[in-house]
């Protein structure tokens, strides 16, 4: 009886042990996940009937078929992506989780921690701590998604908002800050999933 009590006590251990992220950040952080992917694929649709450089993305990567389509998912999942993003930030202000896990910041730990990962000797001792690549890479994406979401107001409604448009320096600029930002987050996407494959292996 003794050693199936120390037998189950264990496995509840190790379970705990394997949940390296409070529930509320994991619900969250997927619901951001699909959000952002149904927001990408669909801007890659609006972006190809008004191209701002000399290429256009294949419709096997678009989302909405067409220019309306488009902007209805696109309209769909940008509420998704304020209301959820706004609930994370607020947590993440509230909790102190922000504090704890993206400071401090150093540029010596920055360069240290990029050099281990190029060459794959980057600890994973504690997968709830986070590296300071990782703390810089989670950090600017807060900081790029407060930036597309204004700037894709300012490009919703440049008239009604024209105070928020002349903050990037109008529309045409604003345009190109937005689709800056889109490449950020894709980028950020890449890495990010490249990280936590690492980490897992």
Not at 31 to 53: D, E, K
């Amino acid at each position: 009886m003794t050693s199936l009590t120390v037998s189950d006590e264990q496995v509840s251990a190790a379970k705990a042990a394997k949940i390296i992220q409070p529930a509320w950040v994991r619900a969250l952080h997927w619901t951001n996940a699909v959000a952002m992917v149904v927001m990408i694929m669909s801007g890659w649709q609006i972006y190809n009937a008004s191209p701002l450089f000399d290429f256009r993305f294949s419709h096997m990567i678009t989302l909405g078929g067409w220019l309306g389509g488009a902007l209805l998912w696109h309209f769909a999942a940008m509420w998704l992506l304020m209301v959820n993003g706004l609930i994370y930030l607020a947590l993440g202000f509230a909790t102190g989780r922000f504090r704890k896990k993206l400071l401090p910041i150093t540029p010596s730990g920055v360069i240290s921690d990029t050099k281990a990962a190029l060459t794959f000797k980057l600890a994973h001792d504690d997968l709830s701590k986070y590296n300071n690549v990782q703390k810089l890479l989670y950090a600017g994406i807060i900081i790029v998604g407060v930036v597309i979401v204004l700037s894709g107001l300012s490009i919703w409604k440049p008239v009604q908002l024209q105070w928020l448009t002349a903050l990037f320096g109008g529309y045409d600029i604003a345009r190109y800050v937005h689709f800056i930002c889109m490449s950020l987050i894709v980028a950020f996407l890449v890495v990010h999933v490249a990280l936590a494959s690492d980490a897992r292996a």
